[in-house]
């Protein structure tokens, strides 16, 4: 999608290894996001981050870690993966909170599996 | 828990009709509704957002009513075409626009 960019689209990963998702905006927007996406449940918040070195747990939260060092890059880190994450990987982002009216941009998203 | 609930089984229709989507939720106070488009292997898009005081929004052949009371919203597509197959996310979002939870979402199939 234009102005967000996920890397990698695929990756297979075994179980215990560290794997890191990249997103990329060009859009300097402040906030960004990181869902997960499962048949059955919907999107689901993992991280959130409202500024550079700023982030907050979302849902489901819990083995992922996230960093933002610059506007434009916002990493997820799965420290040691397992099964249970094997999942689809949507990056959003989104303008300041008084300008919801335009919704999120999404990433094509990262179709992680771990065996 | 919040929880948003949007019908599971596929909606077929033929075109020209009005395709009709529901969105309900409970234990949530949404500050802006909102309905996206997913196709296969894509990112969502958004689609319309609504906020928790006005009634129906307007755009194009999209039109998305919100009841706050019944906790539901009505997501209409008006003269569907084949194009407008794809999955429908109905999310909720708080007055500070992040943390949005997402629905399962409604495959919608328009048949020529």
């Known amino acids: 999608d234009a102005g967000i960019t996920q890397s990698p689209r695929h990756k297979v990963t075994e179980t215990g290894t560290p794997v890191t998702l990249r997103c990329h905006q060009t859009e300097n927007h402040r906030y960004m996001y990181w869902y997960r996406q499962d048949p059955g449940h919907g999107l689901r918040l993992i991280h959130y981050s409202y500024g550079v070195k700023d982030t907050d747990k979302g849902e489901v939260s819990d083995g992922y870690s996230v960093s933002r060092s610059k506007t434009e890059d916002f990493l997820l880190t799965l420290e040691s993966a397992t099964s249970s994450q094997t999942s689809v990987y949507f990056c959003a982002i989104s303008e300041s909170i008084n300008r919801v009216d335009g919704g999120y941009t999404f990433g094509s998203g990262t179709r992680l599996t771990v065996v | 828990s919040q929880k948003i609930e949007q019908n599971s089984e596929a909606l077929n229709i033929q075109e020209g009709k009005t395709a009709t989507l529901t969105c309900n939720y409970t234990?949530?106070?949404?500050?802006?509704l909102q309905w996206y488009r997913q196709d296969p292997g894509r990112g969502p898009v958004f689609l319309l957002l609504?906020?928790?005081?006005?009634k129906e929004k307007r755009k194009e052949r999209l039109k998305v009513t919100f009841d706050t009371t019944l906790k539901q919203s009505l997501f209409h597509i008006t003269a569907s075409q084949p194009a407008d197959s794809a999955t429908y996310l109905c999310?909720?979002?708080?007055?500070?626009?992040?943390?949005?939870?997402f629905g399962a979402g409604t495959r919608l199939f328009v048949k020529a």
């Open positions: 234990n949530y106070s949404p500050a802006y």
């Open positions: 609504i906020r928790e005081n006005e």
């Open positions: 999310a909720l979002s708080n007055t500070g626009g992040f943390k949005t939870i």
